[in-house]
């Protein structure tokens, strides 16, 4: 595979060649010999079907094609391979998580202002059922490590049961301290459940020396694998209470079994997961993360250019960054989608914009296929169409 990054890449993935793409954030995007792969799993399930789902994907004696994927996961993650049970996406992970966390009235579910909207929803539907309640961290923005983690000291209390950390933030791109993060909240005695949506394949990951209860992660993303493609971790102590959303054949198994066959679906996503690995380490790994860093610090000085400041401080981890837009009045959701819907319409780029706490956040993936002019290209669209409230 070329190791020369920029749009020369592009071909290996289906993406459109009239477009610029800096939101690989949401949605990711699956390169064509992954989905090749996909496809080859997919012939081989419809050509015999029996074979396919009894021997490679329902549990048995012998490790079967999902425990042996799974066990390429779990080294790349640095967890056992029985700690690693597949989910759809990361919703469904923290939904089976959160529904594993025995809750009754007077106790407490700690989010932060900056979780990801399906969870928060989620949290208030689990304390509507249990009559618990849930306790939000605000994170003040720019967003310090030193501060994050006093705003959680802060509004620690001993009812707390479950504390949901997102790893990286969806809206504002932040990289919590979890180092310092997940001993604190053991302090406590509360559980710890990590959304780390945005994180595998884009930071480096240790799970077993993170040392929280669960982990979970897409591997659409910056892993590179095919949509509905996630995976759930669980601490040998969180393993025993953890089940899936799904009660079937093999729910008496246990975690990771139970999850593993729930009745008939395409399983070849979470096949594909060797051939996505197989993809990433190609790109050269550290070589990929230094080039997107450098893209990083290009849109941080052009988007300063507009006017626009880094919610945070530079973190050469991290592939995405949000932006706080400058507005003379309270953003609006509508503003947001206002300001994605005209940069592809008009100009072929695809960007992520979010209103947060009354700002209106820009926020940008620097993948291997971007290229620095291409935030200028976005910085100028922006420029010239005028953003909502400026």
């Known amino acids: 595979m070329s190791r020369l990054f920029g749009r020369a890449l592009l071909p290996l993935w289906h993406l459109r060649p009239d477009g610029r793409f800096l939101n690989h954030g949401s949605f990711g995007a699956c390169p064509r010999e992954v989905l090749a792969e996909q496809e080859r799993f997919r012939v081989e399930m419809e050509a015999q079907p029996d074979v396919f789902f009894r021997d490679g994907i329902a549990p048995r004696e012998a490790a079967t094609r999902l425990r042996e994927a799974a066990a390429a996961l779990a080294t790349f993650v640095g967890a056992a391979p029985e700690r690693i049970a597949f989910v759809e996406n990361a919703t469904a992970g923290v939904q089976s998580a959160l529904r594993s966390v025995p809750l009754a009235a007077g106790d407490e579910i700690l989010i932060t202002d900056h979780t990801y909207n399906a969870v928060r929803l989620m949290v208030e539907a689990r304390c509507a059922e249990t009559g618990a309640r849930p306790r939000v961290v605000t994170l003040a923005l720019p967003g310090s490590s030193d501060a994050i983690v006093h705003g959680f000291r802060e509004a620690l209390t001993p009812q707390v049961r479950l504390a949901i950390v997102d790893h990286i933030t969806s809206p504002t791109a932040l990289r919590l301290p979890l180092e310092r993060l997940v001993p604190e909240l053991r302090r406590w005695g509360a559980r710890v459940l990590v959304d780390g949506a945005h994180a595998v394949g884009h ?133 947001a989608e206002e300001v994605m819907r005209g940069l592809w319409q008009r100009h072929r780029i695809q960007a992520m914009a979010v209103a947060f706490g009354g700002a209106l956040l820009l926020r940008v993936s620097a993948q291997v296929y971007v290229e620095g002019d291409d935030f200028e290209a976005l910085a100028a669209a922006i420029g010239a169409d005028r953003w909502p409230g400026a």
């Open 203 to 335: 930071v480096p990951l240790d799970l077993a020396a993170l040392g929280a209860d669960w982990y979970v992660s897409n591997a659409h993303k910056w892993l590179f694998a095919p949509k509905g493609t996630a995976f759930l971790y669980a601490s040998a102590d969180a393993a025993a209470i953890t089940a899936p959303l799904v009660v079937s054949h093999y729910v008496g198994l246990g975690f990771p079994e139970s999850f593993d066959y729930v009745g008939t679906r395409d399983y070849t996503g979470w096949l594909c997961i060797p051939a996505a690995l197989r993809f990433f380490e190609g790109l050269d790994p550290p070589r990929a993360r230094e080039y997107r860093a450098t893209l990083i610090e290009r849109a941080t000085q052009v988007f300063g250019s507009i006017g626009a400041s880094p919610v945070g401080a530079a973190d050469p981890a991290c592939a995405m960054r949000s932006f706080v837009l400058p507005q003379r009045r309270p953003a609006a959701p509508a503003d």
